[in-house]
């Protein structure tokens, strides 16, 4: 299986900044590489999909880049609602696998 | 609008058995993919199994292949997973996942609210 790991674990950052979080891939993935968001309480929400795409009604401050083994997920300017736990995904075969994920907190 | 009514889960002793349904409306269901994955406690997310649009292709992970099985109805518009010789390492939060596509290449597009399995005597 593919592994993916995402780095940090975990941030803070306070409101404006730009956040940068790492995912990298144990074997080339091409651009197969898809982000979520994850709130408290709630269900993952597709953010990112095929490395650069922004899914329809996700405010354009984020982005995602990348491609072989090495992905970017940025947040331009952070804003309070963005505190969230983030996950990557290839989707590159069977199993897709998910990153351990990283926790976005606001100072 | 995409809306995802998953239902089944509960508390199962070791050795038991579940049947998750997941009904979908908003979207034409014949068209998509369908997959479950979980969340255990620790946080890690784990695609569980797949479908294709037609039923067709099925896929499951390593860690639950030969106990549990997908299936799908599109004159219903409902997924199942029917899980067997369910394991205290099972216990999760399920999610009911529409594809963006109809089938393999997974991007999880739309998510059910959740269903909790726990596995425990």
């Known amino acids: 299986d593919i592994q993916m790991t995402q780095s940090p674990s975990s941030l803070s950052a306070s409101v404006g900044d730009r956040v940068t979080i790492t995912c990298r891939a144990s074997q080339t993935i091409g651009n197969h590489l898809n982000w979520y968001q994850q709130k408290p309480g709630k269900a993952p929400n597709l953010l990112i999909y095929v490395a650069s795409n922004l899914q329809s009604g996700v405010p354009s401050r984020f982005s995602g880049s990348g491609s072989g083994t090495d992905f970017t997920l940025t947040i331009s300017s952070l804003q309070p609602e963005d505190s969230a736990t983030y996950y990557c995904?290839?989707?590159?075969?069977?199993?897709?696998?998910f990153g351990q994920g990283t926790k976005v907190e606001i100072k | 609008e995409v809306f995802l009514l998953e239902s089944g889960g509960s508390l199962v002793q070791p050795g038991g058995s579940l049947r998750l349904s997941c009904e979908a409306s908003?979207?034409?269901?014949?068209?998509?993919?369908m997959s479950w994955v979980r969340q255990g406690p620790e946080k890690r997310l784990e695609w569980v199994s797949g479908i294709s649009n037609s039923g067709y292709s099925k896929y499951y992970a390593d860690s639950v292949r030969g106990r549990f099985t997908i299936s799908r109805d599109n004159s219903r518009n409902t997924v199942f997973l029917q899980m067997n010789s369910l394991r205290d390492e099972d216990t999760a939060v399920y999610y009911c996942?529409?594809?963006?596509?109809?089938?393999?290449?997974?991007?999880?597009?739309?998510w059910g609210q959740g269903n909790l399995v726990t596995v425990s005597s």
């Open positions: 996942v529409k594809e963006m596509g109809a089938h393999g290449e997974p991007v999880f597009e739309y």
């Open positions: 995904q290839h989707r590159s075969g069977t199993p897709p696998t």
């Open positions: 908003g979207f034409t269901f014949s068209n998509f993919a």
